[in-house]
T-cell receptor
Framework: GENVEQHPSTLSVQEGDSAVIKCTYS??????FPWYKQELGKGPQLIIDIRSNVGEKKDQRIAVTLNKTAKHFSLHITETQPEDSAVYFCADSHPGNMLTFGGGTRLMVKP | KAGVTQTPRYLIKTRGQQVTLSCSPISGHRSVSWYQQTPGQGLQFLFE???????NKGNFPGRFSGRQFSNSRSEMNVSTLELGDSALYLCASSLGTSGRIGTQYFGPGTRLTVL
C-alpha cells in the first residue's frame, strides 16, 4: 500500500545551523505534500505545504522542495532556534482528504 | 477565528467499554477527518466526513465509527475497547469543497487510555 518514509528519525543541531528532513513517497498520483510540527501535548500544526505543480516554496526560514520524478520532498529550516525543537511530520495526500504521514523526525536545537 | 476544538482532552476507560469523542471544526469548514496517533504506528487515518457523509475510510476495524452533524461537528465512537486502542485521537478540519486536497488543520487531540 501507500507508504511515506521519513529520515532521519532524530536530528540534533546547534542553534543557528540548518536542519534538513527528507521524505519519499510511493504513490505517483500524490499531488499535495504538507509538513506539520508537533510540540509536546499539542496537535500537529501546519508549517508549510507544496503542491505538485511547484518545485520549491519558501516561507521565511522554512522551505520545502519537491522532486516528483524521484518521488521525494524535503523540509529545510535555516538559522534554527531553540523554539524549533519539536517533532516534524511529512505527509502526502490521497482522494478523500486522506493524508499518509511519515514516521516523524524529532528535531533538537541546542542553544 | 477559533481553531479546531476536541472534547474531552483526556479519557480513561477500561477494556470492553465504549467511548465517544467530539470534534468541532473551524467555522465554515465542512470536512472533518479523524486520525489515531500511537508511538508504534504513528499517525494513521481513520475516516473523513463531509456534509454528514463518510467520504473515505482507513484500515480500522468496524469497532471504530463516526458521524457528522448538520453543523459539521463530528463524533467518533469506539466500541468494545481494547488495550491497543490507547492513543491520541486527532481531528482535522478543512474546507473540503474544492476539487483539490484542502489544507487540514488539527485540533489538540483527545488522549484515550484503556486500562
Amino acid at each position: 500500500g501507500e507508504n511515506v518514509e521519513q529520515h532521519p528519525s532524530t536530528l540534533s543541531v546547534q542553534e543557528g545551523d540548518s536542519a534538513v528532513i527528507k521524505c519519499t513517497y510511493s504513490d505517483s498520483a500524490s499531488n499535495y505534500f504538507p509538513w506539520y510540527k508537533q510540540e509536546l501535548g499539542k496537535g500537529p500544526q501546519l508549517i508549510i505545504d507544496i503542491r505538485s505543480n511547484v518545485g520549491e516554496k519558501k516561507d521565511q526560514r522554512i522551505a520545502v522542495t519537491l522532486n516528483k520524478t524521484a518521488k521525494h520532498f524535503s523540509l529545510h529550516i535555516t538559522e534554527t532556534q531553540p523554539e524549533d525543537s519539536a517533532v516534524y511530520f511529512c505527509a502526502d495526500s490521497h482522494p478523500g482528504n486522506m493524508l499518509t504521514f511519515g514516521g516523524g523526525t524529532r528535531l533538537m536545537v541546542k542553544p | 477565528k477559533a481553531g479546531v476544538t476536541q472534547t474531552p482532552r483526556y479519557l480513561i476507560k477500561t477494556r470492553g467499554q465504549q467511548v465517544t469523542l467530539s470534534c468541532s471544526p473551524i467555522s465554515g469548514h465542512r470536512s472533518v477527518s479523524w486520525y489515531q496517533q500511537t508511538p508504534g504506528q504513528g499517525l494513521q487515518f481513520l475516516f473523513e466526513y463531509f456534509s454528514e457523509t463518510q467520504r473515505n475510510k482507513g484500515n480500522f476495524p468496524g469497532r471504530f465509527s463516526g458521524r457528522q452533524f448538520s453543523n459539521s461537528r463530528s463524533e467518533m465512537n469506539v466500541s468494545t475497547l481494547e488495550l491497543g486502542d490507547s492513543a491520541l485521537y486527532l481531528c482535522a478540519s478543512s474546507l473540503g469543497t474544492s476539487g483539490r486536497i484542502g489544507t487540514q488543520y488539527f485540533g489538540p487531540g483527545t488522549r484515550l487510555t484503556v486500562l
